[in-house]
């Protein structure tokens, strides 16, 4: 199955202001290349609630999906 990029970046815009400039940053330094498995990890990822993904980048809430845990890492590091 082939994920959309398209739809996972527009899914990539966040309500929470704090979670787009994140995103914004990814977006511009990793985005392009990841590859298929790490944009299904980031689709998946995207279901979460805004406030629980926030949690999970600003390092308050611990990450329990293992699979998340390296796209968590690259949004830290944007």
């Not at 739809?7 to 815009?13: D, G, P, S, Y």
């Given at each position: 199955m082939?994920?959309?990029r398209g739809?996972?970046?527009?899914?990539?815009?966040r309500a929470l202001l704090e979670l787009d400039?994140?995103?914004a940053r990814f977006l511009e330094r990793h985005f392009d290349r990841l590859s298929d498995d790490q944009l299904a990890d980031l689709?998946?990822?995207l279901r979460c609630?805004?406030?629980d993904l926030?949690?999970?980048v600003n390092?308050?809430?611990a990450c329990d999906v293992?699979?998340?845990k390296e796209m968590i890492g690259l949004l830290r590091q944007a």
């Open positions: 082939s994920i959309n739809r996972v970046r527009w899914q990539c815009r400039l994140v995103f689709d998946d990822l609630d805004d406030y926030w949690a999970m390092g308050s809430q293992d699979r998340w």
